[in-house]
């Protein structure tokens, strides 16, 4: 986070240590999770962008593309593993009524 913070403000990690205490340091912090800022932040932004173009471009594809998403965009963005189609997974309401019943109540399911 400090090396965040010192090229945030443009200076040398020497300079912010010296000119910052470890109070105001924490108040940077606590900011960061509020409003955070940096390269991560920006590959968001410009996936957004990029996403907004692209699906409005993409009315002209094939019919039945799903549209893309920011994180599409984004090339240092952590993706979960691909896996089986969210929709093959599909419980039935006796399933989903037994998970929510150990979920909730400990109760395992049969």
């Avoid at 090229?7 to 912010?16: K, S, V």
């Avoid at 699906?55 to 599409?72: I, L, Q, S, W």
């Avoid at 691909?82 to 599909?90: E, L, N, R, S």
Wanted: net charge negative; hydrophobic share 45%.
């Amino acid at each position: 986070m400090l090396f965040r913070l010192a090229l945030a403000m443009g200076r040398t990690l020497q300079e912010l240590r010296a000119a910052l205490s470890y109070a105001e340091f924490q108040e940077w912090c606590l900011y960061y999770q509020i409003e955070p800022w940096g390269e991560d932040r920006s590959d968001l932004r410009a996936g957004i962008v990029a996403s907004t173009v692209a699906n409005y471009a993409g009315r002209t594809r094939a019919d039945g593309t799903d549209p893309v998403r920011p994180a599409d965009f984004m090339p240092y963005l952590e993706r979960p593993p691909a896996g089986p189609a969210a929709d093959a997974q599909q419980l039935t309401d006796d399933e989903l009524a037994a998970w929510a019943d150990a979920a909730i109540f400990g109760i395992p399911p049969e």
